[in-house]
């Protein structure tokens, strides 16, 4: 579907590094608004599902001159070259799939039989499987939202951008007679909920949306941007060493980036 | 027809091939993928008509407006609610995982008794009927008398009032308030201004912030409003400067971090204060006792030897604060859930004063206590301290509300200790917490998302604002209403109240202002603060760093608890989706893990992930080693917020059992006027 300038929509995230306090209210948002299941310890992050996870990075110098920074980390959505997203590429059953429509990496549970091929080809460590059936304890099961389906064991599962909301926005502006979406429509659970304001989230193609002119920002950068991955999650900050932490650089190579764009 | 070899092999690879070129593999494939998802207990959340419902969050003293998705009669969601004048919009991970409170194992879900034959905290509990056990209190309280106290987290607000008329009913001045910055807050106000307030801070207007180790990213104040109130500043470019001994959240995301020996937060505050005075820098008048202390002892070379912190960057930060506009200095330690020391409040209140920013835009706001509740005859406020652990202390009952003392006091064995002198405790909570669990009698609360209480001043709001918290769903268990309850106490024991339920309490309190207030779930007033004396009186006789707990030569080290958003480090317990958010830097497996400096580390031969044993002259534990640099060498920072204790149920695996709490290994350190100031305590390292 095209929107008014007749270019497809991308929907995309920036997120402002300088704003973010890593308070990891994202994290819970999408946890709750998804249904995203729990164990008893969930301390070994590589098995703990976590949509939306916050990242911890540091200039790596001594006391005083530390410094820290969070990274929130939801599923990049990459759009490759044509929507050929690493994940995409390798999943054999058609489980999860790029949407021309609005630039969204579908992850379809009941299609998925688990192979982990998709795990292996993300380079953000945005997917996860599920080792364990998930078990709500005693009458906690009364707060699954019924607009997404409860995963099982044996299948992988990521952030679908809130694509329930997505879908229940189109609805209700079918309803109205409208084809278009306002910015504020549609938005993820974590941007919604982030007390600081340090998600923004809409159309990447449409200049009406924030994101459009954010993006353009010449602090804002993308994870891993040269492995072609093309992600549709932009950061932005202020911080040298936190941009340069985007990507991996060989000795004196971000240095003649840097004076390249002088 | 003979079937050799040959054919036999060829009409194999055929059949073979064929399968493959056909549907079936992929069909079966598909389905089984379906198949094995179809269990009869993965739950598939039942669909129906979606609504919203507004209330206030209680989870923490910031008082946030909600708004609660349902479905049908569920709730399934919580989300920050738009245009409060709190929160506006935003949401804290504690406040959105509420519907794991409600919902989860943690829950009291009757009244219960501890059974004769079972000592406290042995979790052996007989279920009786409300009607046993309220005249089971009733009595038990009338043999009490005015040896009954009552300690809960908040003393403002219509069920506080109640409990305090209750004890005026029975003679007894005993209400007790969890200590809190809240403390140091109130005492500095009621003695610089003149008048009982607490303390409200213009975040939004400041255009320079000086943050004396307040957690302003931590869980300080109204949490999410200082979280907005920090986008706020980095938009329009405010500078923060943040002072203490740990590279917190709240250092890393500010302008300047300025590492100061721990607990010297105040001489830092005073050597400014220095030379704003001296250089001519300040902008309003304050008592000459406070300039001739400050000029006399507090120049940038004696305040540089005991803050470790330069002369020059101490004059720095005093001309760039004195050119700033509007000027704001903030304190309270982390979240402020332990008081800070009287003159360390005074100093940073001095700042303020001296810049002439006291309840002006931008600055320091004395708000006066709330006086709605017309009915309350009683205003008796004790300290814990004395009540508790104090020489002639001879309680004979305890009533337990909204406080979880046995987790959130420092010295929990001396809290337990105290515990154990009161004949009879009653809890009112609404989960099975450390003290719920270490009571004779629990009279559960309904939880705070099925019920009515009004929410007065939200911590650290600088305006008069009394939010209305109201059930979202219908109470899901055998739970009484803690207003209810206490009314019917009263009555029983013969108090003069003239209200039979909590609600008719509730809207008789608010009388015509009632229908605005249900509506809009906020009721603001208007305020005009009168002006400053500029009368500052340090206490002479406490000039001096806060002395810790433990000699040095025994206890080489400074142990100092640090509050993350991710650990609510409250009398709440964590709910399992806030566990786990918690890094693997904070908690491994089971094991609670130390912040520790390499250098520190490398004279104890230690390496990340090592395990060591952590003593304090209060107490000891196994810690696991997580080498940061963004600790000062000497000094150990452990998280607050962990280690609570199995409760009933044993389906609390999400949360008990997990580290340590900090509070085992804290003592305290009372200032002359009575807070403890304790910021740490003396702790020594071993390799484990």
Redesign the interface.
């Known amino acids: 579907m095209k929107n008014e300038q007749g270019k497809p929509k991308k929907y995309g995230m920036v997120v402002?590094l300088?704003?973010c306090?890593?308070?990891?209210?994202c994290?819970?948002?999408c946890?709750?608004?998804n249904?995203v299941p729990?164990k008893?310890?969930?301390?070994?992050?590589r098995d703990?599902i976590?949509w939306m996870r916050?990242y911890?990075i540091?200039n790596?110098?001594?006391?005083?001159d530390?410094?820290?920074?969070?990274l929130p980390r939801p599923c990049m959505h990459c759009e490759g070259q044509h929507g050929h997203s690493p994940c995409v590429s390798v999943c054999p059953?058609t489980a999860t799939d790029y949407s021309t429509e609005t630039g969204i990496v579908s992850q379809i549970?009941?299609?998925?039989?688990?192979c982990r091929y998709c795990m292996g080809a993300c380079p953000y460590h945005a997917r996860h499987f599920n080792w364990w059936?998930?078990v709500?304890?005693?009458?906690?099961?009364?707060?699954?939202?019924?607009n997404v389906?409860?995963r099982?064991r044996?299948?992988v599962e990521k952030c679908s951008f809130c694509f329930h909301r997505y879908q229940a926005a189109m609805d209700k502006a079918m309803m109205e007679g409208r084809k278009e979406l306002e910015e504020s429509e549609y938005q993820t659970s974590c941007t919604?909920?982030?007390?600081?304001?340090?998600i923004t989230f809409g159309d990447l193609n449409n200049p009406k949306h924030a994101v459009y002119e954010l993006k353009k920002n010449p602090n804002a950068f993308r994870l891993l941007e040269r492995l072609g991955t093309n992600p549709k999650v932009y950061y932005v900050s202020s911080r040298e060493w936190v941009r340069r932490a985007g990507d991996n650089y060989i000795k004196g190579e971000w240095e003649n980036k840097q004076n390249a764009k002088k | 027809m003979k079937i050799d070899r040959r054919s036999f092999l060829s009409l194999g690879v055929g059949f073979g091939a064929g399968i493959a070129l056909s549907p079936l593999p992929w069909k079966l494939?598909?389905d089984?993928?379906?198949w094995?998802?179809m269990?009869p207990?993965?739950?598939?959340?039942?669909?129906?008509e979606s609504r919203y419902v507004n209330s206030v969050c209680t989870l923490c003293p910031g008082g946030c407006g909600i708004s609660v998705?349902k479905?049908e009669d569920?709730?399934?969601?919580?989300?920050?609610q738009k245009g409060h004048p709190v929160?506006n919009?935003?949401?804290?991970?504690l406040g959105?995982?509420g519907?794991?409170l409600?919902?989860?194992?943690y829950r009291v879900k009757y009244p219960m008794k501890r059974r004769e034959d079972a000592k406290r905290g042995q979790g052996k509990w007989q279920k009786i009927s409300w009607d046993e056990a309220m005249s089971e209190v009733a009595k038990k309280l009338g043999d009490a008398k005015d040896k009954t106290a009552c300690i809960m987290d908040s003393d403002k607000g219509t069920v506080p009032q109640l409990f305090k008329t209750l004890l005026t009913g029975l003679g007894s001045p005993n209400f007790m308030r969890t200590p809190s910055v809240e403390d140091s807050f109130e005492l500095a106000l009621l003695k610089t201004c003149g008048y009982p307030a607490s303390a409200g801070f213009d975040l939004e207007n400041a255009d320079f912030v000086l943050s004396f180790g307040a957690g302003l990213?931590e869980g300080w104040g109204a949490?999410?409003r200082t979280?907005?109130a920090?986008?706020l500043w980095?938009d329009k470019k405010v500078p923060v400067i943040q002072i203490e001994p740990r590279?917190s959240?709240t250092a890393?995301?500010s302008d300047k971090?300025i590492?100061v020996n721990p607990g010297t937060e105040s001489e830092l505050a005073l050597g400014i204060a220095h030379v704003l005075i001296k250089e001519g820098l300040a902008k309003a008048e304050v008592s000459d006792s406070f300039k001739k202390i400050v000029s006399e002892g507090y120049a940038p070379d004696t305040v540089a030897r005991i803050t470790g912190v330069e002369a020059g960057v101490i004059v720095g930060l005093a001309k760039s604060f004195a050119a700033a506009s509007k000027p704001l200095a903030l304190c309270g330690r982390g979240k402020g859930a332990t008081p800070i020391s009287l003159n360390e409040t005074l100093a940073v209140y001095a700042l303020n004063a001296l810049m002439g920013n006291i309840n002006q835009e931008g600055g320091l706001f004395a708000v006066p206590q709330p006086d709605y509740i017309k009915w309350a005859k009683t205003n008796s406020n004790a300290s814990v301290s004395k009540l508790l652990y104090g020489k002639d202390a001879s309680l004979k009952a305890l009533l337990v509300a909204n406080a979880n003392p046995l987790y959130s006091l420092p010295d929990t064995q001396a809290v337990k200790t105290a515990l154990d002198k009161i004949p009879f405790i009653v809890s009112f909570s609404s989960y099975m917490d450390e003290t719920a669990q270490y009571a004779d009698i629990i009279l559960p609360n309904h939880c705070y998302l099925e019920r009515y209480e009004d929410v007065p001043a939200p911590a650290g709001y600088h305006k008069p604002l009394i939010g209305l918290s109201r059930p979202v769903v219908k109470p899901?268990f055998n739970t009484k209403h803690t207003g209810d309850v206490v009314i019917a106490i009263a009555k029983a024991m013969g108090a003069e109240l003239p209200y039979d339920s909590y609600e008719t309490c509730l809207k008789e309190t608010f009388g015509d202002t009632w229908e605005a207030f249900q509506k809009d779930g906020v009721l603001t007033a208007d305020f005009t603060p009168p002006a400053p004396s500029g009368k500052i009186e340090l206490n002479e006789t406490s000039l001096k760093p806060v002395a810790l707990e433990g000699e040095s030569s025994a206890f080489p080290l400074v142990l100092v608890p640090f509050d993350s958003?991710?650990l609510s480090g409250s009398s709440i317990g964590e709910p399992?989706?806030?566990?786990?958010?918690?890094?693997?830097t904070i908690?491994?497996?089971?094991d609670i893990c130390i912040e520790i400096?390499?250098?520190t580390a490398q004279s104890y031969n230690l390496s990340d992930g090592k395990y060591a044993r952590l003593t304090t002259p209060k107490g000891s534990a196994k810690v696991r080693v997580h080498l940061y640099?963004?600790?000062?060498?000497g000094v150990i920072a452990m998280p607050r917020g962990l280690g609570h204790t199995p409760g009933f149920t044993g389906?609390d695996?999400?949360l008990a059992g997990k580290g340590v709490n900090v509070n085992e290994l804290m003592g305290s350190a009372e200032c002359p006027d009575g807070l403890n100031a304790a910021y740490g305590i003396r702790a020594k390292l071993e390799r484990a």
Do not use: H
């Open positions: 402002d300088d704003k306090t890593g308070c990891g209210a994290m819970v948002a946890m709750s608004e249904n729990f008893a310890d969930e301390s070994n992050k703990s976590t916050v911890k540091t790596g110098k001594p006391f005083p530390t410094e820290n920074c969070f059953a549970y009941t299609r998925c039989f688990g059936d998930p709500w304890p005693d009458g906690m099961e009364k707060s699954l939202s019924p389906s409860v099982m044996g299948i919604q909920a982030c007390p600081s304001g340090a | 494939t598909d089984s993928s379906i094995t998802q269990w207990w993965t739950p598939v959340p039942e669909r129906g998705r479905v569920r709730a399934v969601k919580i989300e920050g929160s919009g935003g949401i804290c991970l959105l995982s519907l794991q409600l919902y989860g194992p990213l949490p999410v979280f907005k920090n986008s980095k590279l959240n890393a995301k971090w590492p899901q958003m991710r399992p989706f806030v566990i786990k958010t918690v890094d693997d908690l491994f497996k089971n400096n390499p250098k640099e963004g600790i000062m060498p389906n695996k999400y």
